[in-house]
Nanobody
Framework: QVQLVESGGGLVQAGGSLRLSCAAS????????MGWFRQAPGKEREFVAA????????DYADSVKGRFAISRDNAKNTVYLQVNSLKPEDTAVYYC????????????????????WGQGTQVAVSS
């Protein structure tokens, strides 16, 4: 069982940056692939970024490539999402997700592949 708690969201102006954090409970965090998803009002939840349990493999949605960076610190049971050059269309609730993974370099981009979810942190970008 893994519990996830996101933090770091807020209101920023376009072009600004935030660092989202997701703290996980559980002794086996280092064997969980992690992902970030987001859901804007009136829209479906969408994939943002993913990282393998070793940190060696990452994936990004096309809309955030070059602006967002996912990383993890297994010693701190935490995954991060650095969000830069924010745009109003990045406004959404950002969710952290975790799933057990056998392979060190495997990451997952589909929400159905994740077993555990956090409650989300709101990011609002003003123009």
């Amino acid at each position: 069982q893994v519990q996830l708690v996101e933090s770091g969201g807020g209101l920023v102006q376009a072009g600004g940056s935030l660092r989202l954090s997701c703290a996980a409970s559980g002794r086996t965090f280092s064997r969980y692939a992690m992902g970030w998803f987001r859901q804007a009002p009136g829209k479906e939840r969408e994939f943002v970024a993913a990282v393998s349990w070793s940190g060696s493999g990452t994936d990004y949605a096309d809309s955030v490539k070059g602006r967002f960076a996912i990383s993890r610190d297994n010693a701190k049971n935490t995954v991060y999402l650095q969000v830069n050059s924010l745009k109003p269309e990045d406004t959404a609730v950002y969710y952290c997700a975790a799933t057990p993974s056998v392979y060190s370099g495997t990451y997952y981009s589909r929400s159905s592949e994740y077993h555990y979810w956090g409650q989300g942190t709101q990011v609002a970008v003003s123009s």
